[in-house]
């Protein structure tokens, strides 16, 4: 699986849209891109993925680039419980045959009020 | 509904003992995992089962034995807990065909 790169931490007022990206340039053409994150002293939580189109579901947006080589993930109106780790993570979707999530560092990101 | 259940949330014992958790799902799904978060924050998948049978071991020592009596339940056993077993581990599951796995509260194991 491709590795990831996204800043350590970010801040976000509250309210406001909040913008974590994330460089994945090693990506291959088949690989997905998939974003959880982890709320304090909580497991890991599914926000969306996708694999180059943009994606929008209830909890946030998915946009990726044309070269597939970045994308972001945007929270439209960031609440205090939106602060947690977000997770960028690449891999292939092999129908789940080796379903290993491999999670980097990830971003904390901190809304304040 | 809780969809994936862990016990206990947390579980503090000594050195050389042996302790089990015990995780649920109630989502039907035929994936489980067991993931362990070190006190670095790190988090890095143990065991994968499919349809209680083993498919992924990333080199845990054999100290550790998950058992899956049935497509809902996956339990991990350890013996002879060692201080670097201290951590948080995470039940999670998912549904064959997709990689959205879905994760447990967590069990917060402190080895003394």
């Known amino acids: 699986d491709a590795k990831t790169t996204q800043p350590p931490s970010m801040d976000c007022a509250e309210g406001r849209a909040a913008n974590l990206p994330c460089n994945h340039s090693?990506?291959?053409?088949?690989?997905?891109v998939y974003w959880y994150r982890q709320i304090h002293s909580q497991g890991p939580q599914y926000i969306i993925h996708?694999?180059?189109n943009n994606e929008t579901n209830e909890m946030a947006s998915l946009i990726i680039t044309e070269d597939r080589k970045s994308s972001t993930l945007i929270l439209p109106h960031a609440t205090l419980r939106d602060t947690a780790v977000y997770y960028c993570?690449?891999?292939?979707?092999?129908?789940?045959?080796?379903?290993?999530?491999?999670f980097g560092t990830g971003t904390l990101l901190a809304v304040q009020p | 509904d809780t969809a994936v259940s862990q016990t206990p949330k947390y579980l503090v014992t000594q050195m050389g003992n042996d302790k089990s958790i015990k995780c649920e799902q109630n989502?039907?799904?035929?994936?489980m995992y067991w993931y362990k978060q070190d006190s670095k924050k790190f988090l890095k998948i143990m065991f994968s089962?499919?349809?209680?049978?083993?498919?992924i071991n990333e080199t845990v020592p054999n100290r550790f034995s998950p058992k899956s009596p049935d497509k809902a339940h996956l339990n991990l056993h350890i013996n002879s807990l060692e201080l670097g077993d201290s951590a948080v581990y995470f039940c999670a599951s998912s549904q064959a065909g997709t990689d959205t796995q879905y994760f447990g509260p967590g069990t917060r194991l402190t080895v003394l």
């Open positions: 089962y499919n349809n209680k049978e083993l498919i």
């Open positions: 989502l039907g799904h035929d994936t």
């Open positions: 090693t990506i291959s053409g088949n690989e997905y």
């Open positions: 993570i690449v891999r292939v979707a092999d129908g789940g045959a080796t379903n290993k999530l491999i």
């Open positions: 996708g694999l180059k």
